[in-house]
């Protein structure tokens, strides 16, 4: 899960974007808020106190885990005639409630550089571009380079696209392997 760092340089991002491209309303979903709850907080005390202080033309259409046991959600408000910075600062006051921020909407530009792409039909069988539409790797919270280590006994560590990837001192194990290259290409 982010930590409040990376929330927090998430949203500094996105604010400067937004003040960069002079986006308005539109740049986020109406009536939505992000929420992270404090680590003692139960979504169902916020939801129940948030729905009690709610104006009267409003009403708490949806609240939505956004992960198995995260403390972070989406709640969704309709009606009341509430701008949505009012609703983002409303939201944020009520107990439990640590950090909320609009649903931005994002649209992400990764896309693959490998000039045979098309021809790895492997790719889409596993489903692997919307995990590209969240990271294509770089470096964690703590600087650290994410990795990934592979334990195949068929891969060509001199292969092109792997060779300046693989971590210094691994076994070679012959110029021939398919198998391994494959899977560490991917």
């Given amino acids: 899960m982010p930590t409040m760092t990376s929330l927090r340089i998430f949203l500094a991002f996105a604010f400067a974007l937004l003040a960069q491209f002079g986006l308005g309303q539109s740049a986020w979903v109406p009536g939505e808020v992000l929420v992270r709850l404090s680590a003692e907080a139960r979504i169902a005390d916020v939801q129940n106190a948030l729905a009690a202080e709610l104006p009267l033309r409003a009403s708490l259409k949806d609240v939505k885990s956004l992960g198995a046991g995260s403390r972070y959600h989406k709640i969704t408000v309709h009606g009341g005639g509430i701008d949505d910075r009012e609703l983002e600062k409303f939201v944020a006051r009520v107990p439990g409630v640590e950090a909320v921020s609009l649903n931005f909407k994002l649209t992400f530009l990764a896309e693959p550089n490998d000039a045979q ?3 790895q039909w492997n790719l889409e069988d596993i489903n692997v571009e919307p995990v590209w539409n969240n ?4 470096t964690m919270a703590n600087g650290m380079r994410i990795g990934v280590g592979i334990c195949d006994q068929a ?26 290259t494959e899977v560490a290409s991917v």
Avoid: K, R, V
Avoid at 135 to 138: A, D, F, H, R
């Fill in 135 to 138: 990271t294509t790797g770089g």
């Fill in 155 to 180: 891969m060509q560590t001199s292969h092109d696209d792997l060779e300046d990837n693989i971590w210094p001192g691994s076994p070679t194990f012959g110029s021939g392997a398919d198998h391994g």
């Fill in 117 to 119: 792409y098309g021809t």
